[in-house]
C-alpha cells in the first residue's frame, strides 16, 4: 500500500540502516527518459528527497506540479504509466486530463412534467432541484419513473456474455511470405526530419534498397500482419529505428515502451534484426540499439559499425559505394 513520503522515508532508513537509505542519483538512469516527470517533481514538497533518490517501483505518494500549477499526488508508478496512446502534454496532471475531456452536459426534453424529479446527474451538474412548469402533453407524472424502473437490470438475472467480436485485419497487406519487405500503402508518411537525415546519410555510403517501407509477420501486430519502421535495409534484413521521447517527452516512454519491444519481438521472429537509435537518454531495449545525443557523423560511424557486427563487415562493405 502506498504510503506518504515521510513515513516511506523513515521505514527505508530503518530498514536499510543508514540515515541516507538511497544515494543522490541511484536512480538517474531510470528516470532521465522522463523529462516531463523530472521537471513537474520538486524535492521541497517531498521532504527533501530528490527524484533521482525514489525507485521506480517505489509504493510511496509523491507531490508532482504540472506545467499549468495543478499540485497533485500519485506514486512513480502512476506517473510513469500515464502517456498511453495520447499525445497531449496534460496526460501527465489528472486535473488536466479531466478538463481535456469533452463534458456531455444533459438535455432534458422540453416537455418535461412539471413536477417528475430531475435525474441526480443533473442536479449536480446544473444544481437545479425541479424544472418550470411546462405543458405535459398527457404524460402522467409518474410514467417517467416508472419506465426508468422497467429498462433497470436485475441484478439477480444471470449474464449471457457477449459474442467475441472477431479482430479486424487490414485487407490490404500483399500475400507474401512472412519475413518479405515490401512498399506498404498503409504505411505512414515519413514525418521525421531526422530520419529523412539518416537515411540520405546511409545512402551516400552503401547501395541498399531504400524504397521498402513494411515487414511482412507471421501473425497480427494490432490491426495488421505488417509493421512499419524508421528504415528498412532489405539485403541485410535489419530494420533501423530513431527513438526520442519527443515535444512533450511523451514518445517511446511508459506504455509506449512496451510496445516497442513487442514491435521488436514481431520483427526478430520472421528473422530481422532491429537496431534502435535512441536519444532523450532513451535507454537501450535490444543488444544492438544505440544511445546518442542526436544525429551525426559520429553516430552514423557506430550505426555502421554495429550492421557490421550483426551480418559480418565483408556482406556489409560489399554495398558499399
Not at 543522490?24 to 527533501?48: C, D, I, K, T
Not at 553516430?299 to 550492421?307: C, E, K, M, Y
Request: hydrophobic share 40%.
Amino acid at each position: 500500500m502506498a504510503e506518504p513520503v515521510d513515513a516511506w522515508w523513515r521505514r527505508r532508513q530503518w530498514s536499510r540502516g543508514a540515515a541516507v537509505p538511497y544515494a543522490v542519483g541511484e536512480f538517474r538512469a531510470e528516470w532521465a527518459s522522463y523529462p516531463v516527470l523530472v521537471r513537474q517533481y520538486h524535492p521541497e514538497w517531498n521532504h527533501g528527497v530528490v527524484l533521482t533518490q525514489v525507485p521506480p517501483a517505489a509504493e510511496v505518494l509523491l507531490t508532482w506540479e504540472c506545467d499549468v500549477g495543478h499540485v497533485f499526488v500519485a506514486t512513480p508508478a502512476e506517473q510513469r504509466s500515464r502517456p498511453g496512446r495520447e499525445r497531449r502534454r496534460s496526460v501527465w496532471c489528472p486535473e488536466c486530463a479531466v478538463q481535456a475531456q469533452p463534458q456531455r452536459w444533459p438535455v432534458l426534453p422540453a416537455d418535461w412534467p412539471s413536477g417528475v424529479p430531475v435525474p441526480q446527474r443533473v442536479v449536480r451538474l446544473t444544481g437545479r432541484q425541479t424544472l418550470p412548469a411546462a405543458p405535459a402533453r398527457g404524460v402522467p407524472a409518474g410514467a417517467m419513473a416508472s419506465a426508468r424502473t422497467r429498462r433497470r437490470p436485475d441484478p439477480t438475472a444471470p449474464r449471457t456474455p457477449k459474442p467475441a467480436v472477431p479482430r479486424s485485419i487490414c485487407p490490404k497487406t500483399p500475400r507474401l511470405p512472412s519475413g518479405e519487405s515490401f512498399a506498404s500503402v498503409c504505411a505512414p508518411a515519413t514525418a521525421s526530419a531526422v530520419e529523412a537525415e539518416l537515411r540520405a546519410a546511409l545512402a551516400e555510403r552503401f547501395a541498399f534498397t531504400y524504397d521498402h517501407s513494411a515487414i511482412r509477420l507471421d501473425r497480427p501486430f494490432f490491426d495488421h500482419v505488417e509493421v512499419w519502421p524508421d528504415i528498412i535495409l532489405p539485403e541485410l534484413r535489419v530494420a533501423i529505428e530513431y527513438d526520442s521521447t519527443g515535444r512533450h517527452g511523451l514518445e517511446h516512454v511508459g506504455p509506449r515502451q512496451e510496445t516497442d519491444r513487442r514491435k521488436d519481438r514481431a520483427v526478430r521472429a520472421v528473422g530481422w534484426e532491429v537496431v534502435r537509435i535512441r536519444t532523450g537518454r532513451l535507454q537501450a531495449l535490444g543488444p544492438h540499439d544505440l544511445e546518442v545525443s542526436g544525429i551525426s557523423g559520429r553516430t552514423v560511424a557506430r550505426l555502421i559499425d554495429t550492421l557490421r557486427d550483426i551480418r559480418g563487415s565483408l556482406f556489409v562493405d560489399a554495398y558499399a559505394r
